[in-house]
């Protein structure tokens, strides 16, 4: 069966501070993945998605960039940390059929 | 107009009634649609998915679809306490991202609350 592992779980970092979150995906191959962001009290909101490796497509412009160096991973990264990148950050990889998995997630605080 | 709408809530219902959830979406080149439920502090997991017009049932839980009115809900029977969580609806749209793939839009959420 397949399953996607994400980490860290929390992190809290400084403004102006660099960021890189991984996702890795098991059991399947040439998946498409997303990163989705959870502002509190609000709905996810897709930020990168990728058919392949190094093929990344941006759905909003920001102070994030994504990378895919390998077929099951993604990583999210910035260089300098803005207060509002805060939140609840998912990995998720979606099937043949559309329905979308997700890793455990990663709850940011820019401070 | 959003693209998938939800009530936020908070939906209160007591122990062993049925709880109903509805969604509405404004693309009706859409495909595919999905109920998601969220415990406060974790990610979102599957629990339905409608492909067709009318009910879908899975235990406890109907999803129902109505295309032409571009409505999509879900019905909880028995609901129990550990039910009590913020329910996505999300929805495939007929817009096709870069690459390949539907986009898959999620509303933000309705939550629910399960009371003895």
């Known amino acids: 069966s397949q399953t996607i592992h994400q980490w860290p779980a929390t992190l809290v970092q400084p403004v102006g501070s660099p960021l890189s979150l991984e996702c890795t995906v098991e059991g399947t191959s040439n998946p498409n993945l997303y990163w989705y962001r959870q502002a509190a009290g609000r709905g996810l909101q897709l930020l990168f998605y990728s058919v392949g490796i190094g093929q990344i497509s941006s759905e909003v412009p920001q102070n994030l960039s994504a990378s895919r160096p390998q077929d099951r991973q993604f990583i999210l990264s910035s260089k300098k940390l803005l207060l509002s990148d805060s939140g609840f950050y998912l990995c998720a990889w979606k099937t043949g059929f559309g329905e979308a998995f997700f890793g455990q997630g990663t709850r940011l605080t820019v401070v | 107009q959003k693209e998938v709408e939800q009530n936020s809530g908070p939906l209160s219902v007591p122990e062993g009634a049925i709880a109903s959830l509805n969604c509405t979406y404004s693309?009706?080149?859409?495909?595919?649609f999905f109920w998601y439920r969220q415990y406060s502090g974790k990610s979102p997991e599957l629990i339905m998915f409608i492909y067709s017009n009318g009910d879908k049932e899975d235990g406890r839980f109907t999803a129902q679809l109505n295309k032409a009115s571009q409505y999509v809900s879900l019905l909880i029977r028995d609901s129990q306490p550990s039910d009590s969580a913020t329910y996505l609806c999300?929805?495939?749209?007929?817009?096709?991202?870069?690459?390949?793939?539907?986009?898959?839009?999620f509303g933000t959420g309705t939550q629910l609350k399960v009371e003895l």
């Open positions: 999300a929805v495939n749209l007929g817009v096709i991202l870069t690459g390949g793939g539907n986009k898959l839009t």
């Open positions: 693309d009706r080149g859409s495909q595919s």
